[in-house]
C-alpha cells in the first residue's frame, strides 16, 4: 500500500448503527486530519492530529468521536448519525518538515446515512 | 481571517483550448498556495504548490500557477485541456498553527470534445 488509504470506500448506516472509518498513511507523516465533503459546500476540516494528539477540533458533534493510537492509522467512530451526515469523509496526512501545510489526500469514504 | 475564492464555480470548454481558474486569497502574511484536482468519487491530488520564490509555478499534469501578490491571486492555467482534466479544482492557503488548509469552494471544470 502507498500513500493514503482509507476504509471502507462507501458505507450506508442507519441512524442509530455504529461504525467507524479508517486511514492509514504510509508516508511517514507526523500529522493526520479528517475533513467532511459535502455537496455544494466547501471542505469542513473536522480534527487534526500531531504526533497522536489532538490539537483542532471544529466545533464537532459528539457523535463523532476520532482516535489516533498512533502516527500511521486515524479512526472515525459514528454513532447516532443524522442524515445531513450524509457525505464524503476524507483523510489527509502530513510532515511539516517536508513542506508546510503539505497536506495528502485519501480517496474518502462516502458515507451514507438512512 | 483567511479565506479563498474561487469566483467560478463552474467552466466549459473545449478540448484543446486554453484554461485559466481564478483563485483569490485573504491572508496578511506571505502564503502557501495550493492547487488540487478531485475526479469523481476520489480525494484530493496535489497538483502544484507557492511557498516563496520564482511566482510561476510548474505543477503536474500539464499545470502552471502564478502568484501575484498585488492582486491577491494565485490563479491555475494550462495551455491545451484534456478532456482527462474534467474534475473539480480547489485552491487553498495555508494559514495558522498545526498546518491548516483553508479551501475554496472549487471550480467543476467540463470538456467539451
Known amino acids: 500500500e502507498t500513500g493514503v488509504t482509507q476504509t471502507p470506500r462507501h458505507l450506508v448506516m442507519g441512524m442509530t448503527n455504529k461504525k467507524s472509518l479508517k486511514c492509514e498513511q504510509h508516508?511517514?507523516?507526523?500529522?493526520m486530519y479528517w475533513y467532511k465533503q459535502s455537496a455544494k459546500k466547501p471542505l469542513e476540516l473536522m480534527f487534526v492530529?500531531?504526533?497522536?494528539?489532538?490539537?483542532e477540533n471544529n466545533s464537532v458533534p459528539s457523535r463523532f468521536s476520532p482516535e489516533c493510537p498512533n502516527s500511521s492509522h486515524l479512526f472515525l467512530h459514528l454513532h447516532t448519525l443524522q442524515p445531513e451526515d450524509s457525505a464524503l469523509y476524507l483523510c489527509?496526512?502530513?510532515?511539516?518538515?517536508?513542506?508546510?501545510?503539505?497536506?495528502?489526500f485519501g480517496p474518502g469514504t462516502r458515507l451514507t446515512v438512512t | 481571517a483567511q479565506s479563498v475564492t474561487q469566483p467560478d464555480i463552474h467552466i466549459t470548454v473545449s478540448e484543446g483550448a486554453s484554461l485559466e481558474l481564478r483563485c483569490n486569497y485573504s491572508?496578511?502574511?506571505?502564503?502557501?498556495l495550493f492547487w488540487y484536482v478531485q475526479s469523481p468519487g476520489q480525494g484530493l491530488q496535489l497538483l502544484l504548490k507557492?511557498?516563496?520564490?520564482?511566482?510561476l509555478v510548474q505543477g503536474i499534469k500539464g499545470f502552471e500557477a502564478e502568484f501575484k501578490r498585488s492582486q491577491s491571486s494565485f490563479n491555475l492555467r494550462k495551455p491545451s485541456v484534456h478532456w482527462s482534466d474534467a474534475a473539480e479544482y480547489f485552491c487553498?492557503?495555508?494559514?495558522?498553527?498545526?498546518?491548516?488548509?483553508?479551501f475554496g469552494a472549487g471550480t467543476r471544470l467540463a470538456v467539451h470534445p
Open positions: 487553498a492557503v495555508g494559514a495558522g498553527g498545526y498546518n491548516k488548509l483553508i
Open positions: 508516508l511517514g507523516h507526523n500529522a
Open positions: 507557492y511557498f516563496s520564490g520564482d511566482t
Open positions: 489527509a496526512s502530513s510532515q511539516e518538515q517536508q513542506g508546510p501545510y503539505e497536506q495528502y
Open positions: 492530529y500531531n504526533f497522536k494528539e489532538q490539537t
Open positions: 491572508y496578511g502574511a506571505t502564503p502557501y
